[in-house]
């Protein structure tokens, strides 16, 4: 197959710029809005008061307050776990949100009971938690979280479903590794290793830095990246998976990724 080192894939369709429009918590506003998106966390405090951590679409991550969440009123349903995806129905006051209502849309209830799937999840949510930046939309990273769940779900092998998660995250903000050419030499790719500095051709790779990753196992990681998600599970079934030891390596080296943002 000519599969050449540079050609074009899904992956390349994403905007390769963070992008910062305006802190748009602001730009709505005072009265009713209707949102989607999902619960990220969700704190009670010592009263009894329950703040939801929302990430929104055109909104980014915000605190809702949901008052009387915990005083057995049931109109929230099953809409104010984390994890789960819903239609918001938001009051903006002067100050901050206020949940009214809310329909779930996705709740991911058949993971729930996988207790290594909704830990990952759980360990993905942390990360939003961590990195994005409140009041700032970031749409395509609220898209690639959902897809992220329902490779899960339909069950994609997790390490891939993360590897492709976060590469994509970090594409959206620019700062990717590519998996094609060498982030130092710029040589195309046939083995590598994933270091700091990015993938790295066996010149370049002298410190041996990350999992050496042979010619099929690279092919494979930039095969998820390019292959939609309706065809993930064929590729990527997470039985029989040859191997997980490479998805690890590169899932746990995306991770520091994101500190070196900070
Ligand atoms: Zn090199």
Request: with cysteine.
């Given at each position: 197959m000519a599969t050449s080192a540079s050609s074009g894939g899904e992956y390349r369709d994403i905007p390769d710029r963070r992008r910062f429009p305006s802190y748009s918590g602001d730009s709505i506003s005072q009265g009713l809005v209707r949102l989607s998106g999902v619960v990220l966390r969700r704190d009670v405090s010592a009263e009894g008061n329950v703040s939801l951590y929302l990430f929104l679409k055109e909104t980014g991550p915000v605190w809702v307050s949901a008052p009387g969440a915990t005083r057995g009123r049931v109109r929230f349903g099953g809409a104010i776990e984390p994890l789960v995806?819903?239609?918001?129905?938001?009051?903006?006051?002067?100050?901050?949100?206020?949940?009214?209502?809310?329909?779930?849309?996705?709740?991911?209830?058949?993971?729930?009971?996988?207790?290594?799937?909704?830990?990952?999840?759980?360990?993905?949510?942390?990360?939003l938690c961590e990195h994005l930046v409140p009041g700032l939309p970031c749409d395509e990273v609220l898209a690639l979280f959902y897809w992220a769940g329902v490779l899960l779900k339909e069950d994609v092998h997790p390490f891939v479903a993360e590897w492709r998660f976060l590469w994509k995250w970090l594409y959206n903000w620019g700062i990717a590794p590519s998996p094609d050419l060498c982030?130092?030499?710029?040589?195309?790719?046939?083995?590598?290793?994933?270091?700091?500095?990015?993938?790295?051709?066996?010149?370049?790779?002298?410190?041996?830095?990350?999992?050496?990753?042979?010619?099929d196992e690279l092919s494979l990681l930039r095969r998820s990246l390019e292959i939609p998600v309706k065809k993930m599970i064929e590729y990527f079934p997470s039985k029989p998976f040859p191997g997980d030891a490479p998805w690890e390596d590169v899932s746990r080296r995306l991770r520091l990724y994101f500190s070196m943002m900070q």
């Open positions: 995806w819903a239609n918001f129905n938001l009051y903006k006051g002067t100050h901050r949100f206020y949940l009214q209502s809310a329909e779930v849309k996705e709740d991911f209830w058949s993971l729930r009971s996988d207790s290594g799937k909704i830990k990952r999840m759980l360990e993905w949510d942390r990360l982030g130092e030499c710029g040589a195309a790719l046939s083995s590598a290793r994933l270091a700091a500095s990015g993938f790295l051709c066996p010149v370049c790779a002298r410190s041996h830095e990350g999992t050496a990753l042979s010619a």
